[in-house]
């Protein structure tokens, strides 16, 4: 661009004329009108939520059908701590997820773990409700803090 022209009013009167962007109004700010599609996930790890407090019947078709309301799920895992596990064979970060019996839930996308935390958290119930939360947050690279576009 600095071979094309120093004069930056005609950059950004260019910026304005884009269906894509968006100039703020002094014409030192650029941003995308619609943010690119999260269609490729960089992080599985994400799309996965963590489940501790399992209800009593804890079977992998018991918690298909509750966390199923949430999204499509990929996998489900229930691990107890307390199986008898080759430890060479679990890593330091598996060990540490939870020592209580837990799930891990696996959605196709991340809209669907962040709803299952929203819809299916229950710390009011201090002693039964499920603990749902995203082993994961997912951070966006480069964003900073919005301003007022024109």
Not at 47 to 66: F, Q
Not at 108 to 133: F, P, Q
């Amino acid at each position: 661009m600095k071979k094309l022209t120093k004069d930056t009013s005609w950059i950004v009167a260019a910026l304005k004329e884009s269906t894509f962007l968006v100039v703020s109004s002094n014409g030192k700010m650029v941003k995308r009108l619609h943010p690119l599609p999260y269609a490729e996930i960089k992080d599985p790890m994400v799309c996965i939520v963590l489940v501790e407090y399992l209800p009593e019947d804890h079977s992998l078709d018991n918690l298909n059908r509750l966390f199923g309301e949430a999204g499509i799920i990929k996998n489900i895992t229930i691990r107890d701590p307390h199986d008898v596990i080759d430890p060479k064979k679990c890593t330091i970060a598996e060990k540490l997820i939870s020592k209580k019996l837990h799930a891990l839930v696996e959605y196709n996308t991340m809209e669907a773990a962040e709803k299952a935390v929203i819809t299916l958290n229950n710390e009011k119930d201090w002693r039964y409700g499920l603990r749902v939360k995203l082993l994961k947050n997912r951070t966006i690279r480069g964003r900073r803090k919005k301003y007022g576009g024109s």
